[in-house]
């Protein structure tokens, strides 16, 4: 169950790649549900340039380890990742990946979920952003991640 | 008793400090931690609380070299 | 919106990697959910060896194809990715991938999930296992998606 | 008017056919169109029907020229 923090950019696609060739799990697992977080060019109807993204140096790797326990002790998994940068970050780059592996797909699914939710209101990251005009600003908070269907706001 | 106090993000800014080291010969609750680390500044509603880096409420009473930490709501992912 | 139906093997992560960068919308989301279906060496309780997927030419694609609008338009999406596979199935190889790129996760989670759930329900595929023992059956119906946590189970 | 019949899967093995051409002088529903092809077999209950690849119930009337499909639950992803 790894969980990474780093200030080297990643890119997802190839640490999931990697990992599952790692695992060599191939025939134990049927679903792999993952969630990639990306650095935006906007947020908040604002144009942002950059982010610098602080943590607390071990107790961030400390709550993603028991976040990445309490899913696999939640449902049944063979696999949890959870990678997340900090420090300076550009525009298009990925800022967080969760995943989960799993026999059926309503746990990776449901799995994959509760990591990028938790982690988003409980994991010690904190984002300030540099906007367009070269203005720096802490994010306050985060917004939930539940779905309201666009059609039924109309 | 020497606790040690971090603080995080907006809060660090505001604050203009990052690190606190407490001497202590009382007991002291997390809230009072924050107030003699922070010299009688009131303790913002929304600011979040860890004793050793696991989340406690402002009433958790902290033991003799424990670190402390205050931050505001988490933004990363 | 592409949907492509193949085949061929296809290595899910290289294809969200290729996509993303045809895409080049770097910086306009910020949120990518993906979900992978494998083939795994177990089902309902019986060990397989391998799998032939069956699908109605044209009407399968033409399925899909409007299952990728509908989630267009039921939330704010820049892209739907779907691969699925037809023919002769090994261990471990991918048979679907579904995928949705949006500015916030809520939407990009919830498409994602929407994708798989009514694919595996409604588009026309049909799977037929090679047992362990040589057997061939037809896979006779899907399972639900939406997860019952295993701690409330026991 | 001709009429494309078409089955899948365990149902095509069951009734040993994948296709059939039916002349018609009459118009058919979705289920007269089954009856029609699989020489009196009952419908079964859980089979899926498809009007030129669009899902219909058995009530619906086909026109000439359409392609009918029956097949059973899907079962992919």
């Known amino acids: 169950m790894p969980v990474i923090v780093t200030p080297d950019p990643f890119n997802p696609w190839q640490a999931l790649a990697d990992h599952e060739q790692q ?22 109807g ?20 028991q976040l990445a326990q ?18 300076q970050i550009e525009l298009g780059q990925s800022i967080v990946l969760t995943a989960a592996w799993s026999a059926h797909r309503a746990e990776a699914l449901a799995a994959c979920q509760f990591l990028i939710e938790d982690l988003k209101f409980n994991a010690p990251f904190w984002k ?10 802490w994010v306050e ?4 991640g539940v779905c309201v269907p666009s059609t039924t706001e109309g | ?25 009382n007991a002291l609750t997390v809230a009072q931690v924050w107030t003699q680390a922070c010299d ?12 050793n880096m696991a ?15 205050f931050f505001p709501p988490v933004t990363g992912g």
């Not at chain 1, 071990?58 to 993603?64: A, F, Q, V």
């Not at chain 1, 309490?70 to 420090?87: D, F, M, N, P, Y």
């Not at chain 1, 300030?128 to 600003?137: A, I, S, V, Y």
């Not at chain 2, 902290?62 to 402390?68: L, N, S, T």
């Open chain 2, 40 to 51: 009688e500044v009131p303790l913002p509603s929304h600011v979040l609380m860890a004793v």
């Open chain 1, 70 to 87: 309490r899913a696999q002790q939640q449902w049944s998994l063979l696999e949890v990742l959870i990678i997340h940068r900090v420090g």
């Open chain 2, 1 to 25: 008793m020497t606790i040690t106090v971090k603080f995080f993000a907006s809060l660090r800014e505001q604050l203009e400090k990052s690190e606190v080291k407490l001497d202590s010969v």
């Open chain 2, 55 to 69: 989340y406690v409420d402002q009433h958790t009473v902290v033991q003799d070299g424990d670190e402390v930490a």
């Open chain 1, 128 to 137: 300030r952003e540099t906007l367009q005009d070269g203005q720096q600003r």
């Open chain 1, 23 to 44: 695992l060599n799990q191939q025939g134990h697992y049927g679903a792999v549900a993952s969630f990639v977080g990306t650095m935006r060019n906007h947020n908040e």
């Open chain 1, 46 to 65: 604002v144009g942002v340039q950059s982010m610098w993204l602080e943590h607390y140096p071990s107790m961030t790797e400390h709550y993603l380890a």
């Open chain 1, 141 to 144: 908070k985060n917004t939930s």
